[in-house]
């Protein structure tokens, strides 16, 4: 387990990558009108920003930036290097001005062929849908030395990341809370089937108010 990431490093050749979210009772990640700050208590959120240093790297895609504005980076003591920040945007849509952009740490965006002139943008292979290739993306950050990739959302992103069958670990963060409707943290796209992913729970704890839910994957 201490060694796990490089093992799937070497034996996959992808980083080994573990999707979280933070969610209701009901499996939502934002309300309807897309507003999700705070889900979650405090020592949630702290166990996020630790998931954030121990990966080293963190994945969202570009809704989620300009919905949340997000920083990404590892908010507690003892972090000497901030994650790598990477940003699904194949049209570079984003200003370039968020908060991910302009914080602390290294950020690169993902565009698709023929994007590469926006800031810190990085080419990668789009599928037949135009969307990111998932496993083409994991390529290149293997190359470049990633053993570890949290992907943080939102629910499109993750579905994709789990529909490419890439994904080791899922974290769930669960709040008690109803939201009734809402952003479901695997997307509303149900073009593909998640039901032949075999998933075992391996462990439960409290944090406070909210449950901790980890899942292993194969």
């Not at 969307?131 to 939102?154: C, F, K, Y």
Request: charged fraction near 25%.
């Amino acid at each position: 387990q201490a060694n796990i990431r490089f093992m799937t490093a070497m034996e996959q050749r992808r980083p080994y990558v573990v999707v979280k979210a933070a969610l209701t009772l009901d499996g939502r990640i934002a309300r309807a009108d897309g507003s999700s700050k705070w889900i979650t208590g405090d020592l949630a959120r702290e166990e996020a920003h630790r998931l954030r240093a121990e990966m080293g790297v963190v994945v969202v895609g570009r809704k989620t930036v300009e919905m949340d504005n997000p920083e990404l980076t590892a908010r507690i003591p003892g972090v000497t290097h901030q994650p790598l920040k990477v940003i699904l945007d194949p049209h570079a849509s984003l200003s370039g001005n968020e908060k991910v952009f302009t914080g602390e740490g290294l950020v690169w965006r993902m565009v698709a062929p023929g994007n590469e002139g926006a800031s810190g943008a990085f080419a990668c292979a789009v599928d037949a849908n135009g969307n990111l290739d998932i496993r083409s993306l994991l390529e290149i950050l293997r190359v470049r030395g990633a053993t570890g990739v949290l992907v943080e959302g939102g629910g499109e992103t993750i579905r994709r990341f789990l529909e490419a069958k890439v994904v080791n670990r899922i974290e769930l963060f669960m709040a008690p809370k109803l939201f009734g409707e809402g952003q479901l943290w695997v997307g509303a796209d149900h073009s593909l089937s998640l039901t032949d992913l075999k998933l075992e729970i391996s462990q439960v704890r409290a944090l406070g108010p909210d449950l901790q839910v980890s899942v292993d994957v194969s």
